[in-house]
């Protein structure tokens, strides 16, 4: 089955979902395993289930619907004296085997032909059009068959009325269409018949293509209306035929009205089901409505609420306009371009992405994934800047605090960034708009109002030079940041840390895939990574004035690691030329921490920066070439420095005597007796608690322990406790920057010279 | 597709396409972007501003047009760029937007594009109506019922009234594409059920955006010193200024009107420069009324809100509502 079709069966049975026939929707899932190939699959599969009891049962029966089927296909014996009693039994045979397994495409042809030719009388074939439930398909042929039998004015009128009615309710088991779309003008003259024209009017809504909406067709509509007056199912169907030819016919739904067809089709329904459920085992999902008035935007008529994102229409209207002259038939036969209702999947977007009608509006792409991508590949300016201008006055209108005191108006304007913000996430990619609008939002933010959608949208900030931006932005960020609770200095340094994630996969996929990057403001990769770096030492700066002013609170304290975390890898992990220490004030808060995790995050980010520094000294090596990104000799002293600080404290037990340097008589001021050990990673206030479960582990019954004694071998089996304990960071640490050699305690630090 | 052949031939495009834009690297996204933050990092108000010459305005406007926008209280709106608009077709515009109207207003009926109606709707340009040459042409929409006996005045009586206009939009018109047309000023007159439908109609068929313009105390002072400014041979109304003073429960409301010829001896000896106007003056100019009030009651009216000022040339409230008295147009 090609994807063409099956995107017209989706699309009919969207269509059908207006309606209310809930079933029909929900067999859609089923429908697109009915394969011709997979027909079978299913029927055997439903053969093989553990219903050996049945299946006896089943053969007879099975020769019994033979039977019955090849009676009536040869027509009522008139001689036979009781032959009521022969059809009865028969009509009877054929229900059963119906109700409980569906019948076979083939029966149905038969049957269908039987019921329609009017063999029988009325109630015979009533009944057989009720019970005419297909197992799997049914086929096209049959359908035209049964049509033809409607011309020749063999069946009653209640009959008719009943096969529209079945055909509507099969509509999407028939296995093809396009014979019976070429019946479409008969149809059509059925409308005539009052009492026909609804269960018509449903059928050719399922039907109807967009060559098959012409001007005289419209008018007939039109004709019918006037005479009917305003009758649901012809708005259903002049609803549709604008769909295709907006130019041809204006319809304005009322706006509570959903309900085109009325669901009546309960007569099958309960059959259709078992039969599934029979052939395919039980359902896993109940049924339910899927496309329910959610999905039916009702139209925001008062001006002023006119808010949130636009639905989806095409624009053939708007590029009809554009035309100077605009005959009829033009507009007709454009069928070259893809109608939007009709796009529903991935792959037809990629077969038909040169000839997609656009929305009239492009504001709607926000609700729609598919036309998500589209944006997001299109290079076609005006697309671009339709979104745009939609995006930017409507996120200025919606403001909140344009209109204060609006409970209900803050949810909906929350609701719409956080559209926006999906939409972002999905795309992977701020919106210009969105950064425009923080520009006049952002200096009058309270940092309450909306905080994780905002916070969220400064994540999503497009990559731009740091230095223009930071006036308008992070200028007044820094400004809330600082008068803020430390749970909003978090959140900001996450969002901050998302930013420059954002930033980095960006530039790393940009510049990889072209040399000049696309960027409005910055040409070269040194621009770019200036940028980045001075995002980097803005954060270090807010982050050095949040500890002091939350007094080296452990909490916060995570979290600017965990921005360093990134900082530490953009060498290695995005392939960025930029390596950018952290500052002074954040290192030693973080060595002297009270708090293991802090120290072994501390360690891990340590044995990244070793391994990133590591790998662009070797990179220029092999280089040769002077590029233009080496790092500054500064860069790999304050490494070291930090190197040796923290060697130093945690290993040697010699601190502050490189790295930071601390007169001694300070320190023996303090008191302590043995400041020099009293920061390795025994005495470590924040390992300390470790030391004595380790020493208690290994001896239990003592009474007193004295952390001192682990030396020699023990430190070994120290080292290997801590790392048990998931010290991994710590374990990377001291795997890369410390030699030990096979006598504890070595000093073999990689003191990297060579840097 | 082929919309772009019906552009080339637009007032619009032999006025502001500039061929050097194109060669430019920027997209036009990104000159957007900057220029939002140029305005964004600048005071958003020029200190000074010139009063243009009138240029545009008296050279080829047709005079029983701009009557006819005369004496009537528009509703401001501002308005993004107009996708695929042509002024070719102007004509089938007002086909498509009565169709749309009728529908809208007899809902749930379906009707034909182009059938006969009791409502008439008429696009027509405003020549005339722009700051300089790029300007786009201003337009005007106008509903006019039609009336059901012929004997009667076939014009029939004008329902509702709307025009789009663009004047000194220099600065916008550098970030706009070909693809657009630029009149980011919407003014309407008539019932704001009528206002919704069109504005629906525009927003569906040129993908644009209305949004109600606000006139900030800020801007409401200008508009005061500029038209106290204006010479006039007579006045017909009294200058007259109105404060709200935020209080519950009810807001309170302080009118304070001024003999207009006062206002203008008042202005003229602010006023320095001529041919242009600076933020001191008109600061100085609001100033003075202020403290004038002070002195009789006590009140000190910088510390309230300007909400409406009206004069003999025009007047002006704060939610987005304007009138325009005497036969110029110079905000």
New interface residues.
Partial sequence: MSSQKRGKNVQAQNRTSQGSNSFQTTLSAWKVKQDPSNSKSISKHGEDNPVGDYEHADDQAEDALQMAVGYFEKGPIKTSRNKDKTWEKHLKTVENVAWKNGLASEEIDILLNVALSGKFGNAVNTRMLKCMIPATVISEDSVVKAVSWLCVGKCSGSTKVLFYRWLVVMFDFIDRKEQINLLYGFFFASLQDDTLCPYVCHLLYLLTKKENVKPFR??K??DL?AKMG?QPH??AL??LY?FFAP?????????R?KIYFKNSENLWKTALLTVKQRNQGPSLEPLKLMLGPANVRP?K????S?SVI?VH?S?S???E????E?SLSDCLNRSRSFPLEQLQSFPQLLQNIHCLELP????SVLNNSLLLHYINCVRD??V???F???L???L??ECIWYKVNNYEHGKEFTNFLDTIIRAECFLQEGF?SC??FL??SLPLWDGLCCRSQFLQLVSWIPFSSFS??K??LFDHLAQLFFTSTIYFKCSVLQSLKELLQNWLLWLSMDIHMKPVTNS??ETTLGGSMNSVSELIHYVGCLSTTAMRLESNSTFLLHFILDFYEKVCDIYINYNLPLVVLFPPGIFYSALLSLDASILNQLCFIMHRYHKNLTAAKKNELVQKTKSEFSFSSKTYQEFNHYLTSMVGCLWTSKPFEKGIYIDPEILENTGVAEYKKSLNVVHHPSFLSYAVSFLLQESPEERTVNVSSIQGKKWSWYLDYLFSQGLQGLKLFIRSSVHRSSVTRAEGINCNNQY | ???Y???ESTPRQSTSSRPEDYFIG?????K???S??KQ??FIPTPPRRKIPHCSQLQEDVDPQKVAFLLHKQWTLY?L??L??F?Y??LK??SR?LN??I???K????????GEDLNIKVIFSTLLGIKGTQKDPEAFLVQILSKSQLPSENREGKVLWTGWFCCIFGDSVLET??E??TCLPLFLANGA??N??II??WF??????????LAINAFNLSWMAAMWTACKMDHYVATTEFLWSVPCSPQSLDISYAIHPEDAKALWDSVHKTPGEVTQEEVDLFMDCLYSHFHRHFKIHLSATRLIRVSTSVASAHTDGKIKVSLNNLVK
């Fill in positions: 419209v008018r509509l039109l209306q305003m012809l708005q002049l609803s604008k130019t041809l016919i204006s319809v304005s739904l009322p706006v009205k139209l008529r008062k001006w002023s006119l636009p229409n624009s209207c708007t590029k306009c554009g035309k100077k605009m009239s509006q492009m504001g300016e005006p671009l800047l339709r745009y201008y939609w930017s006055q409507t200025q209108e210009y950064e425009a520009y006049k223009e931006v006036p308008l409005p403001l | 597709m082929d919309s052949d019906a552009s920027a997209t036009f996204l990104q957007r972007l900057e939002v933050r964004t990092s501002s993004t760029p996708y695929k042509s070719c077709n089938e515009y498509l169709a749309f009728v529908a809208e007899q809902k749930g009926l379906a009707v034909e594009v706009v594409s693809d657009f704001e059920s206002t919704a504005g629906t927003q569906k068929t040129f993908d644009c955006y209305f949004s109600p």
